[in-house]
Every structure is written in structure tokens, then in C-alpha cells.
């Protein structure tokens, strides 16, 4: 059996989650409707959004519940599209690719640790009237943690409204829109134990231009019935994911990174505050695509770069944005998931050893 160790992908369902969603999904009831049933429903999906209020720090109206990540982001930007933005140069292609539509874009430098660099966007804010700032919580590919207050700051003095794609945060770490000092926030439900198919975006905004319109969902933010099995399932895996510290995956994701270095590996911003349970491991001279069969064929699930890219040769803009050139090319993700145990971790290490030293030697096989 396949161990699998790609969460940042998709966090295993919490059993948690799928028997609240089997529960709504024997709701007949469309939220909309009248009648008792419908109301029944609504009253499902008025408590997952004031779980979701409440963990992101806004008040009800604030909550749009969206398909996931992708779309959450993607409503976000929609308001702005004939505007200028500026956004981080690691930003997932959430952002990237619908930021190609707007009418003016800047890609903003990030450190070789891989956090934004402040002075970049100071320099960006300086130069013009700035509409709409993206920055992510933690990057996808390294775990690392960009310094949202500080941007926050700099943002809300130019009166740029910051968009935080917190993705890969929620769930893991604290996030709220007070503490974050940011606009709106982009969420999605299985990056955190939840099923595929529902997200957020949480928002400050007094209206939203939609990119769905229908029926007047979601206070005519986002038509559409509700998809409220996977919504409820959402709310209960937040529940869940908030209660855990993530501690014990630290120490396992130490132990990891400790081994991947005696056999040569660097960590990718391995310096700076980042995810405790994700790992940016670059062998040099071993092409990534050719790390990752070798580790599935081991029985090891993980990933290079963003899994929605599969199918495309792995180079990761990421790494590439943090200096590191042709390695940018070699290296894989390791992203532990909540139900992760010890004898995964060591299994893994074995394996990883195994495969450095047989293909590892910098240049041999890039
Ligand atoms: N943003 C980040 C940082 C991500 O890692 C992902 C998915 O990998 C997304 C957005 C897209 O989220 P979803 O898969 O829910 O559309």
C-alpha cells in the first residue's frame, strides 16, 4: 500500500468530516426553499459559515462559500481585473493565471529563504496607485511563511487592498483577517481535511462583483446551490484541524529533513518561519520527475512542485523565483498529512536515502 505523503495536494477526508457530510447529504431540502426541509438545510449551512466566521475572524456576511481555493481566489481578483496588482513571485497559478487578465501586473522578488521581499514591494507601493496587493500565507511548495503583518502595514498606508491566499495556512496555523491585517482571504476545504469542492473567500468587502451570477446565492456574491454535504464536511475538518498543534509532525518533519541532508539534500527555505509539515528537498543533479518514480515505486506518494501542474515537466517557479536556477528542476515536496504516523516517516527516510545514494552526485543525472 501506498504511503501517502502529499497533503499539501490534498489532506486525507477526517472521518469526521464525511459523517457530517453523509448526514447533509440525506438533507432534501435546497436552502433557498420555504418549506421546512429548506430550512433545515439553511440552518446547515448558516452554522458552517459562522464556524468559518468565527476561525477567519469576520462576521457571517463576510463568508462566500466558493468550489475551493482556485475559485476563492479567483473572486477575489475579479474586482480589480482593469487595476493594477502586484503579487508575490512564488503565488500559486490561483493567482498567477487569472492575474494575466489584469491590466497591469508586477511579479514582486521573494528572498533566496523564499519570503517576500519587503523592499520590493515598498518600491512597488511608491510607484504608483496600487489597487489590489497578493500575497499567500505559506507558499505551497516550501511551507513557507510570508510576513503578512509587515505587508499588511505597507498595504493598508498606500491604500492597497491586500488579498492573502491562505490555502495551505488555514488549519495549520493561526489565521484571521485581524491578526493577518489582511483584506480577504482565500481558503479551501481539502487542504485541511475536508472533502474536494468547497472554499472560501473571506472578505472585508462591502460588495463582491461575482463571477457566478444565478439565482442570488450567497447574497448574490455566488449563484448556485450550494454544495452543502461538502460545505458541512468543510466546517467539521476546520473544527478539527484547529483543535491539533501539529507539534508531533514538527519533530517527524525535522527527523526527515536531518536524513535528506546527510545524503546531500538542501532544504528550500529551510532558515525561514515555514509550515512544520512541509519539506522543499533539492538532490542535486537528479531530475525531480525521476525522484518521484523512483519513491512510488518505493510505495512513497509525494509530489514536485503544485500537483494541479502534473503532467507538465517539473520545474518549480518557486525555486526558481528563490535563486536556484537549474536545481529548481530537482527537487520534491514532502507534505505530511494530519493522520501521518512514525512508521511512515521512517519508511520514507529509508527510502529517500536509498534513492539519493543510487542516483545522487551532483550534474550526474540532471
Ligand atoms: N492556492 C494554493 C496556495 C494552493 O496550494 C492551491 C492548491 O494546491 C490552491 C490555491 C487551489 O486550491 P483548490 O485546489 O481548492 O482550487
Given at each position: 500500500?501506498?504511503?501517502?505523503?502529499?497533503?499539501?495536494?490534498?489532506?486525507?477526508l477526517r472521518p469526521a468530516a464525511f459523517e457530517v457530510m453523509a448526514r447533509a447529504a440525506f438533507?432534501?431540502?435546497?436552502?433557498?426553499?420555504?418549506?421546512?426541509?429548506?430550512?433545515?438545510?439553511?440552518?446547515?449551512?448558516?452554522?458552517?459559515?459562522?464556524?468559518?466566521?468565527?476561525?477567519?475572524?469576520?462576521?457571517?456576511?463576510?463568508?462566500?462559500?466558493?468550489?475551493?481555493?482556485?475559485?476563492?481566489?479567483?473572486?477575489?481578483?475579479?474586482?480589480?481585473?482593469?487595476?493594477?496588482?502586484?503579487?508575490?513571485?512564488?503565488?500559486?497559478?490561483?493567482?498567477?493565471?487569472?492575474?494575466?487578465?489584469?491590466?497591469?501586473?508586477?511579479?514582486?522578488?521573494?528572498?533566496?529563504?523564499?519570503?517576500?521581499?519587503?523592499?520590493?514591494?515598498?518600491?512597488?507601493?511608491?510607484?504608483?496607485?496600487?489597487?489590489?496587493?497578493?500575497?499567500?500565507?505559506?507558499?505551497?511548495?516550501?511551507?513557507?511563511?510570508?510576513?503578512?503583518?509587515?505587508?499588511?502595514?505597507?498595504?493598508?498606508?498606500?491604500?492597497?487592498?491586500?488579498?492573502?491566499?491562505?490555502?495551505?495556512?488555514?488549519?495549520?496555523?493561526?489565521?484571521?483577517?485581524?491578526?493577518?491585517?489582511?483584506?480577504?482571504?482565500?481558503?479551501?476545504g481539502?487542504?485541511?481535511?475536508g472533502p474536494?469542492g468547497a472554499?472560501?473567500?473571506?472578505?472585508?468587502?462591502?460588495?463582491?462583483?461575482?463571477?457566478?451570477?444565478?439565482?442570488?446565492?450567497?447574497?448574490?456574491?455566488?449563484?448556485?446551490?450550494?454544495p452543502l454535504p461538502a460545505i458541512a464536511g468543510m466546517a467539521a475538518a476546520?473544527?478539527?484541524?484547529?483543535?491539533?498543534?501539529?507539534?508531533?509532525?514538527?519533530?517527524?518533519?525535522?527527523?526527515?529533513?536531518?536524513?535528506?541532508?546527510?545524503?546531500?539534500?538542501?532544504?528550500?527555505?529551510?532558515?525561514?518561519?515555514?509550515?512544520?509539515?512541509?519539506?522543499?528537498?533539492?538532490?542535486?543533479?537528479?531530475?525531480?520527475?525521476?525522484?518521484?518514480?523512483?519513491?512510488?515505486?518505493?510505495?512513497?506518494?509525494?509530489?514536485?512542485?503544485?500537483?494541479?501542474?502534473?503532467?507538465?515537466?517539473?520545474?518549480?517557479?518557486?525555486?526558481?523565483?528563490?535563486?536556484?536556477?537549474?536545481?529548481?528542476?530537482?527537487?520534491?515536496?514532502?507534505?505530511?498529512?494530519?493522520?501521518?504516523?512514525?512508521?511512515?516517516?521512517?519508511?520514507?527516510?529509508?527510502?529517500?536515502?536509498?534513492?539519493?545514494?543510487?542516483?545522487?552526485?551532483?550534474?550526474?543525472?540532471?
Open positions: 500500500m501506498t504511503v501517502y505523503l502529499d497533503a499539501n495536494a490534498s489532506e486525507p438533507l432534501s431540502g435546497n436552502p433557498s426553499s420555504i418549506h421546512a426541509e429548506g430550512q433545515a438545510a439553511r440552518r446547515v449551512l448558516e452554522d458552517a459559515r459562522q464556524v468559518l466566521a468565527e476561525a477567519f475572524g469576520t462576521e457571517a456576511d463576510g463568508v462566500i462559500f466558493t468550489s475551493g481555493g482556485t475559485e476563492a481566489n479567483a473572486l477575489a481578483l475579479h474586482a480589480f481585473r482593469r487595476q493594477r496588482l502586484a503579487m508575490g513571485a512564488t503565488e500559486h497559478d490561483a493567482i498567477r493565471t487569472p492575474a494575466r487578465r489584469h491590466a497591469q501586473v508586477t511579479a514582486l522578488d521573494v528572498t533566496p529563504e523564499g519570503a517576500l521581499d519587503i523592499d520590493a514591494l515598498g518600491a512597488f507601493l511608491d510607484s504608483g496607485d496600487a489597487a489590489l496587493v497578493c500575497v499567500m500565507a505559506a507558499n505551497n511548495e516550501t511551507g513557507v511563511l510570508h510576513p503578512i503583518r509587515e505587508i499588511a502595514a505597507l498595504c493598508r498606508s498606500a491604500g492597497a487592498w491586500l488579498h492573502v491566499d491562505a490555502v495551505q495556512a488555514a488549519g495549520r496555523v493561526p489565521v484571521t483577517l485581524d491578526t493577518l491585517g489582511a483584506d480577504s482571504l482565500a481558503i479551501s481539502h487542504k485541511f481535511g474536494k472554499g472560501a473567500l473571506l472578505t472585508r468587502a462591502a460588495t463582491v462583483d461575482p463571477l457566478i451570477q444565478g439565482g442570488g446565492q450567497e447574497r448574490g456574491r455566488r449563484g448556485g446551490t450550494p476546520l473544527r478539527e484541524a484547529l483543535a491539533e498543534d501539529g507539534s508531533q509532525q514538527r519533530v517527524w518533519r525535522d527527523r526527515i529533513e536531518a536524513a535528506a541532508r546527510e545524503v546531500g539534500a538542501r532544504v528550500a527555505g529551510a532558515d525561514a518561519p515555514r509550515l512544520g509539515q512541509t519539506s522543499a528537498l533539492v538532490l542535486d543533479g537528479v531530475a525531480a520527475q525521476t525522484q518521484l518514480i523512483a519513491l512510488d515505486l518505493a510505495g512513497y506518494a509525494v509530489s514536485a512542485g503544485a500537483a494541479c501542474s502534473s503532467g507538465k515537466v517539473a520545474f518549480s517557479h518557486v525555486l526558481d523565483a528563490m535563486g536556484y536556477g537549474v536545481a529548481a528542476g530537482h527537487a520534491i515536496r514532502v507534505s505530511l498529512p494530519w493522520n501521518v504516523e512514525e512508521s511512515d516517516v521512517e519508511g520514507f527516510i529509508a527510502a529517500y536515502r536509498a534513492m539519493a545514494l543510487r542516483l545522487g552526485g551532483a550534474g550526474r543525472r540532471a
